[in-house]
């Protein structure tokens, strides 16, 4: 609306100045309020795009489950040591390999381990 305004002002700017004849400042003004308003368009950003989980879907035989959701960003803090009690290495899971992937812009289900005692383990990037 501020832009409106910011043009109805120069119209009368125009005319005020003798640019412009107060019939060419009428149907100048006419035409700007028959225009219809422009619909603002919010175009996302790269970060926005760029922002995924890390799902972690444990089911074991037993009928025990297990869901983790983590964003990708955290992991990559994980990943750097920055939460110093998490130790992903007990869970043999391979953090860079499924990193690495991810900023290859895999997406999708990555990894699936049905084990002998019928636990499935997947792991899924959205």
Same mark, same amino acid.
């Given at each position: 609306?501020? /832009?409106?305004?910011? +043009?109805? #002002?120069?119209?009368?700017?125009? #005319?005020? %100045?003798?640019?412009?004849? @107060?019939?060419?400042?009428?149907k ?7 225009k219809? +308003?422009?619909?603002?368009? &919010?175009? @996302?950003? +790269? ?5 995924r989980? !890390?799902?972690i879907?444990?089911? &074991?035989? =037993?009928?025990?489950? *297990?869901?983790?959701n $983590? ?5 990559? #803090? ?6 110093? /009690?998490?130790k992903?290495?007990d869970?043999? $899971? =391979?953090? =860079? %390999? $499924? ?6 812009? *895999?997406?999708?289900? $990555? !990894? &699936? ?12 990037? +959205?």
């Open positions: 609306m501020d /832009n409106l305004k910011e +043009e109805r #002002l120069q119209i009368l700017e125009l #005319l005020k %100045s003798g640019v412009i004849t @107060p019939d060419e400042a009428e100048l003004l006419s035409a700007l309020m028959d219809p +308003e422009q619909e603002l368009i &919010t175009v @996302p950003n +790269e970060k926005k795009q760029s922002f989980m !890390l799902k879907i444990v089911d &074991t035989a =037993d009928g025990e489950k *297990v869901r983790i $983590i964003p990708v960003e955290f992991a990559k #803090l994980l990943k750097n040591g920055k939460f110093g /009690n998490a992903l290495d869970y043999e $899971i =391979d953090l =860079d %390999s $499924i990193l690495m992937m991810v900023n290859q812009g *895999v997406l999708g289900e $990555i !990894l &699936t381990v049905d084990t002998e005692d019928g636990d499935k383990v997947r792991i899924i990037v +959205e």
